[in-house]
């Protein structure tokens, strides 16, 4: 028994590493472009063979989510405090700025968490929650203009659209928008929403 417990503790080490590094792989896949990695091409990268990982993920769907779990703890950083108060242009660039830098980090695996939403609840729920913190963001960002006499909820609805993921990913895709391209319509967008009417 006086190696058993050193033994193990090697073990249970060498499995997290392992873990880690599949992990690690398969985020890098994505963000390098690959659309729908492989266990193969996770193997290749991660040095990690595709026994072994199937012997720590059940199957690629939990290793997706394990992934996307990782993901979130790696963008609660980027998700900065806005400012509430001062000429709505400063507020707007602000907003702009930060949707920008969290969107073009998080598309890759964005993407695929789409993909898995419909047939997984944690997923689901993970895009719902991210969905009303930028909501919420909004709400005391633009609180001011928000409670203007004729503001109402569609117009939070649409600052809500304007300024998703999903608008993001048309404007950089479907349009093929640069990065500064998109954030400046992102703001005009947000802008003309929010003017006053003369």
């Known amino acids: 028994m006086t190696g058993e417990g050193p033994a193990a503790d090697g073990r249970h080490l060498r499995r997290a590493r392992s873990r880690e590094s599949v992990v690690e792989a398969i985020l890098g896949l994505l963000d390098d472009g690959v659309a729908q990695p492989t266990a193969q091409d996770v193997a290749d990268r991660s040095g990690v063979s595709m026994r072994s990982i199937f012997r720590l993920f059940d199957d690629m769907e939990a290793l997706h989510r394990t992934a996307i779990e990782r993901q979130i703890e790696r963008i609660t950083p980027l998700l900065a405090e806005l400012p509430d108060t001062g000429p709505l242009a400063d507020r707007v660039e602000a907003l702009a700025a930060s949707r920008a830098h969290v969107f073009e980090s998080i598309s890759p695996v964005r993407r695929l968490a789409n993909r898995l939403a419909p047939t997984s609840p944690p997923i689901q ?4 929650r991210f969905g009303r913190y930028f909501r919420t963001q909004l709400v005391t960002t633009f609180a001011s203009e928000l409670r ?21 990913e048309r404007l950089r895709v479907t ?14 967008t947000v802008t003309a929403l929010l003017r006053e009417e003369p």
């Open 148 to 168: 203007r006499p004729g503001a109402d909820e569609l117009l939070l609805d649409a600052l809500d659209a304007a300024t998703s993921w999903d608008t993001w």
């Open 125 to 128: 729920g993970e895009l719902a």
């Open 175 to 188: 349009q093929q928008l640069s990065p500064a391209d998109a954030r400046r319509t992102l703001a005009l």
